[in-house]
């Protein structure tokens, strides 16, 4: 029977941390504050996300509306795009 290698783990599971606490400068730092205000990320919306289900799972990233979600938001930001193609194509169709 092979026995264990006692080297192959170097620090063990007694490492230490470098770097415990995230510095001053890290721009990510105010972005996972849990303070920090989160609006509905359909175009347009302000309205605040729909609070964390109290059994855990992912946050919300939309409000409390039914029409604002995942495939909606992305059906309105290709329509948004789409008008403002169309919007430019005739503006150099009046300049001519």
């Given at each position: 029977?092979g026995?264990?290698?006692?080297r192959?783990?170097?620090?063990?599971g007694?490492?230490?941390r470098?770097?415990?606490?995230p510095?001053e400068?890290?721009?990510?730092?105010?972005?996972?504050?849990?303070?920090?205000?989160?609006?509905c990320?359909?175009?347009?919306?302000?309205?605040?996300?729909?609070?964390?289900?109290?059994?855990?799972g992912p946050?919300?990233?939309?409000?409390?509306?039914?029409?604002?979600?995942?495939?909606?938001?992305?059906?309105?930001?290709?329509?948004l795009?789409?008008a403002?193609?169309?919007?430019?194509?005739?503006?150099v169709?009046?300049?001519?």
């Amino acid at each position: 029977m092979g026995e264990r290698d006692a080297r192959a783990r170097e620090f063990g599971g007694d490492a230490e941390r470098l770097r415990a606490e995230p510095w001053e400068d890290d721009a990510w730092v105010g972005l996972v504050s849990p303070e920090y205000p989160r609006t509905c990320i359909y175009p347009g919306c302000d309205r605040p996300v729909v609070p964390p289900h109290p059994l855990g799972g992912p946050p919300s990233s939309f409000c409390d509306l039914e029409e604002h979600n995942a495939l909606s938001a992305h059906q309105e930001r290709q329509r948004l795009a789409n008008a403002g193609e169309h919007n430019d194509d005739q503006e150099v169709d009046d300049g001519r």
